[in-house]
């Protein structure tokens, strides 16, 4: 096609198509040629678009709001969770566990639980070979050494 003549289609487009272009366009068999090449592909292009709404039709995604209310209103658990009952009992639940764990770490504390050196739990290097003998003799030596353990701890 003519550089001429492609810029006017460019610019024009070939519904408004000046007296000049039509009688170059009847005259030219090239340029009629390429001018019904470029209506064809553009036709197939039109029929290829796809359509211009594309998704979910409207009100989707307030019908989908709805059913998942509905649906939840009637679970048995609802009032626990959709409740100014269940926020409360949360919130209480939660301070009554600070409250209790803040007790239980004090009173380890004060007992020495917490702080007491792993010492005194296991001492080290320390072994004691296993008690042989009569039944007699095995109950005299583990409350021997039960009673050694004692006053080493204090």
Not at 14 to 31: F, V
Not at 44 to 56: D, M
Request: include cysteine; aromatic fraction near 8%; proline fraction near 5%.
């Amino acid at each position: 096609m003519h550089g001429s003549i492609r810029d006017e289609l460019i610019r024009d487009g070939w519904d408004k198509n000046s007296e000049e272009l039509r009688n170059h366009l009847s005259s030219c068999r090239e340029c009629s040629a390429e001018l019904n090449a470029m209506r064809t592909h553009s036709a197939i292009l039109q029929e290829l678009r796809a359509p211009e709404e594309v998704g979910p039709a409207a009100g989707f995604y307030a019908r989908v709001i709805q059913r998942i209310e509905e649906r939840a209103k009637q679970s048995i658990w609802a009032v626990f969770i959709y409740s100014p009952f269940a926020k409360r009992l949360t919130y209480a639940s939660f301070a009554l566990a600070v409250i209790l764990g803040s007790y239980v770490v004090a009173e380890e504390s004060r007992d020495g639980h917490l702080t007491a050196p792993p010492t005194m739990v296991a001492r080290q290097g320390h072994y004691d070979p296993p008690v042989v003998g009569s039944i007699a003799q095995q109950r005299d030596a583990v409350l021997e050494n039960f009673a050694s353990e004692q006053g080493s701890i204090r």
